[in-house]
């Protein structure tokens, strides 16, 4: 909820609920005057190079402020940012009657299997070790569950014909399989974040295959709030199913061990 706003603010008033766009930009270089605020040279990242995040109070640029219906769940409006990277990865590799992968059914791999299939994906694959998870890809949309641990998952892949690999989980298996199963000329969307670098065969799984690239992260300032807010307006994306757990605020140390223990969705915290 907006509880005070400056006197120089247009367009949101107290009392307003927003959800909040947590990459601020400094509006000035040549990112934010090319309409690529996402990656802004000097972007601020909330709870990382400002202070917020598990603040009591936070104070936001009206520009970061995205103000959402007043029929909309709290619950939907709080989880609108990270749902926003999948919408932007899914929009970005153009999914509309095409085979897809989705490699790392964590929140945002379960979030991206939902939006391929609000973007009208033909079929969707789900992979992962974790059955819990691979179980909510399937309420979310995923025709297909395959176990991430197979030693086989890159030759029963490899036949049906992927368009998009999304790989949401950085592990080097996960993005040389993702790779690996694709059809020639598709498309590999890279958003999941490696804790190291990684090994790649560039000649033989990216170059000699015509294959492309696509590097994620963030959200598009503004038309993925915008597409976001249409399909949920529309009825088409439905991230409900997500939300696995709910505690209070002052249950936060059962909130994160829930999560460590990888059996839960997308967290959300009450006051």
Known sequence: ??????????????GDRVAVESHVPCGRCH????????????????????????AEYVAMPELCCWKIPAGMPPEIG??????????????????????????GCGPTGLFTVAVARALEAAVI????????????????????????GDPDLVGKLSKRGIDVTFEM?????????????LRSGGTFVA???????????????????????LGIVGR???????????????????????VTHRYKLSEYEAAFATIKSGQAGKIVLHP
């Open 1 to 14: 909820y907006v509880l005070d706003a400056g006197k120089n603010v247009k367009t949101l008033k107290k």
């Open 191 to 213: 958003f999941g974040i490696p804790s190291k670098p990684i090994e790649m065969d560039l000649a033989n799984d990216v170059i000699l295959k015509g294959r492309t690239v």
């Open 31 to 54: 990112k934010c005057t090319h309409g690529m605020r996402h990656i802004c040279e000097r972007v601020q990242i909330l709870g990382v190079d400002r202070q917020g995040c598990f």
């Open 125 to 148: 694959f789900a992979v992962d070790i974790n059955k819990h998870r691979l179980e909510l890809a399937r309420s979310l949309g995923a025709h297909e569950l395959l176990d991430g």
């Open 78 to 103: 709080s989880i609108m940012e990270p749902m926003g990277n999948a919408v932007h990865a899914v929009s970005a590799a153009g999914v509309k009657g095409k085979t897809v992968c989705v490699f």
């Open 220 to 242: 598009l300032m503004f038309e993925t709030w915008e597409e976001m807010q249409r399909l949920l307006d529309a009825g088409k994306l439905n991230p409900a199913p997500i």
């Open 169 to 181: 989980s950085g592990a080097q298996v996960a993005i040389t399989n993702g790779l690996r199963v």
